[in-house]
């Protein structure tokens, strides 16, 4: 099932039997979807987008939610927490397993090795990782993992 049917789905499901929560937050994905359409002039109907323009949405949403469960974390604002905390695990449901830190840090080394590649060549490792290993590594982790080598 496409992840495009699945948020479809769970609107229509948590409609049914009345889950307030997870109405919220798939209607929410499933507005942002639209407004991907209509931002990229495409037609309107969200069965036809890409499970990797989902992915690629659903991480945008994922990155705000969670800046803003830092915001409610700050402020103590508990009501606020569960929610995000909510909206962050169902987000969560749509993106693939990622590698973890030793299987990133591995592959990312052997590259650089092989390439001889030195701190100013940051672009092409983040290039080549993007290119190879899209939804699979964490980008924001090998950017870290990349600045550790660099300093050593």
Do not use: W
């Not at 496409?2 to 049914?16: F, G, P, R, T």
């Not at 307030?20 to 359409?37: G, M």
């Not at 650089?112 to 899209?134: A, S, V």
């Amino acid at each position: 099932m496409s992840l495009a049917k699945k948020i479809s789905n769970d609107v229509k499901s948590a409609l049914k039997g009345g889950d307030r929560k997870k109405l919220s937050i798939a209607r929410y994905v499933y507005s942002e979807l639209k407004n991907f359409l209509i931002k990229e002039n495409l037609e309107r109907d969200v069965l036809k987008l890409s499970d990797e323009n989902i992915i690629k949405i659903i991480k945008t949403q994922l990155k705000q939610k969670k800046e803003s469960l830092d915001f409610a974390t700050k402020a103590k604002s508990h009501a606020t927490i569960k929610d995000l905390e909510f909206d962050i695990n169902y987000l969560s449901e749509f993106l693939p397993n990622m590698m973890d830190e030793e299987n990133t840090t591995d592959i990312i080394s052997k590259y650089i090795n092989e390439n001889n590649f030195e701190n100013k060549d940051f672009g092409k490792i983040m290039g080549f990782l993007k290119l190879n290993y899209n939804n699979k590594i964490d980008m924001n982790l090998a950017s870290k993992i990349i600045k550790n080598i660099f300093k050593e």
